[in-house]
């Protein structure tokens, strides 16, 4: 499995197999040239985890790959402060790095 099946298809609740985008969220953008983390990925279990894996919205280390992100400032409904945290969703790049940090893997620096 790719991470475009894993995390795209398997995790968020955006995405459009018919819409093949060239940038994608931060998440992604961060895992794409990390391949090894597929693995650990795949042994995630995103449906019966919380949005964010039991991690906090705010949680800096999720804030900073938001930051990277280029659908952050016109595109992200869950980053976006005039929408109520329970009218929206995290993005599956963002859950997939939540996922890994929950079950204590170390990102380094995510910024
Ligand atoms: S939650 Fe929003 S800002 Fe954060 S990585 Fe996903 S799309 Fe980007």
């Known amino acids: 499995m790719d ?4 995390v795209c298809a398997g995790m968020c609740r955006y995405y459009k197999p018919e819409k093949e985008e060239e940038v994608g969220c931060g998440g992604i953008e961060w895992l794409k ?15 019966e985890a919380d ?12 804030l900073a790959i938001c930051q990277t992100c280029e659908f952050r ?15 929206c969703s995290p993005c599956g790049g963002l859950r997939a790095l939540a996922g890994l940090l929950a079950v204590g893997h170390d990102l380094g620096d995510l910024a």
């Open 3 to 6: 991470l475009i099946e894993i």
């Open 51 to 62: 949005q964010l894996f039991g991690l906090a919205e705010d949680d800096p280390r999720l």
């Open 73 to 87: 400032i016109d595109g992200c409904d869950f980053r976006d402060p005039e929408v109520s945290s329970d009218e």
């Open 33 to 47: 040239p990390r391949p090894q983390w597929l693995e650990h990925l795949a042994l995630l279990s995103p449906d």
